[in-house]
């Protein structure tokens, strides 16, 4: 069996680094969001399901300190299936041709206590597919609008939220409703001080230089990953009824 992904000993059990794991699903988060949003929505649990450490990585300059977290074979399978694209399905599917490598190597066929244990995997294997399948199936519109969000850096334009949430209209309409909405103000497309002070707007301010005249400023207006989803909620709304400011968050 070719080594896709390497299982190594730690703290004397086998072990799949997370890193490497991420890296071989090709996620498009980076890792720490990844490990971390996992870990907490899948209820994975310290000292049983991963351990975390520190790894020192010299560079040529020094060196930093990076947190690395080793799974569990079944940590690692239930990420797998959770990934919800092919690199995961192949990720599960070598981590159980592994753990029969190990059976094969460790257990004694013919002890009853062992027959028993394996039907009671089997059986819980089988729960842990059904359940992460249904998941997969909820999460699937949550994972479209993250990557759709993602793709476009932490802060959008106006013009690029309309596209981001689907709506049926483009960034002159957009800046209308939200004057009419009384979220910008009604003279100008700024968002009104509350709703900045909410974390769903920034503003960003840049000089531009002109020669032979005195330089100007201009205010662009950006809306943040946490307004994405106010937006959706207020303009759109078949998105919001599948997200979450959590879950998504």
Request: contains cysteine.
């Given at each position: 069996?070719?080594?896709l992904?390497p299982?190594?000993?730690?703290?004397?059990?086998?072990?799949?680094?997370?890193?490497l794991l991420?890296e071989?699903?090709?996620?498009?988060?980076?890792?720490s969001?990844w490990?971390q949003?996992r870990?907490k929505?899948y209820?994975l649990?310290?000292n049983?399901?991963?351990?975390?450490?520190?790894k020192?990585?010299?560079?040529?300059?020094?060196a930093?300190?990076?947190?690395?977290?080793?799974?569990?074979?079944?940590?690692?399978k239930?990420?797998?299936?959770?990934?919800g694209?092919e690199k995961?399905?192949?990720?599960?599917?070598?981590?159980?041709e592994?753990e029969k490598?190990?059976?094969?190597?460790?257990?004694?066929?013919?002890?009853p206590?062992?027959?028993?244990?394996?039907?009671?995997n089997?059986k819980d294997?089988?729960?842990?597919?059904?359940a992460?399948e249904?998941?997969?199936s909820?999460l699937a519109?949550?994972?479209?609008?993250?990557?759709?969000?993602?793709?476009?850096?932490?802060?959008?334009?106006?013009?690029?939220?309309?596209?981001?949430?689907?709506l049926?209209?483009?960034?002159?309409?957009f800046?209308?409703?939200?004057r009419?909405?009384?979220?910008?103000?009604?003279?100008?497309?700024?968002p009104k001080?509350e709703?900045?002070?909410?974390?769903?707007?920034?503003?960003?301010e840049?000089?531009v230089p002109?020669n032979?005249?005195?330089?100007f400023?201009?205010t662009?207006?950006?809306?943040?990953?946490k307004?994405l989803?106010?937006?959706?909620?207020?303009y759109?709304?078949?998105?919001?009824?599948?997200?979450?400011?959590?879950?998504?968050f």
């Open positions: 069996m070719n080594e992904i299982i190594s000993e730690r703290n004397g059990q086998k072990a799949v680094s997370a890193r991420h071989f699903l090709e996620s498009k988060q980076d890792f969001n490990i949003n870990i929505k209820g649990v310290e049983q399901d991963f351990s975390s450490f520190n020192i990585i010299e560079r040529e300059t020094g930093t300190i990076r947190i690395e977290y080793a799974l569990t074979i079944d940590a690692a239930e990420l797998s299936m959770v990934e694209n995961g399905k192949q990720a599960r599917r070598y981590f159980i592994c490598s190990l059976h094969k190597t460790q257990l004694d066929f013919s002890n206590d062992t027959v028993l244990m394996l039907a009671q089997w294997e089988q729960t842990k597919r059904l992460a249904k998941q997969v909820i519109p949550k994972a479209d609008f993250a990557d759709r969000a993602i793709d476009t850096g932490h802060l959008t334009d106006i013009g690029q939220a309309a596209k981001i949430l689907k049926p209209f483009g960034r002159n309409t800046f209308e409703k939200l009419q909405d009384g979220i910008f103000f009604k003279n100008r497309n700024e001080q709703y900045i002070e909410r974390g769903y707007f920034e503003l960003r840049k000089e002109r032979n005249h005195p330089s400023m201009v662009k207006v950006l809306v943040t990953q307004g989803y106010w937006l959706s909620k207020k759109d709304g078949s998105l919001a009824k599948v997200l979450s400011p959590i879950s998504v």
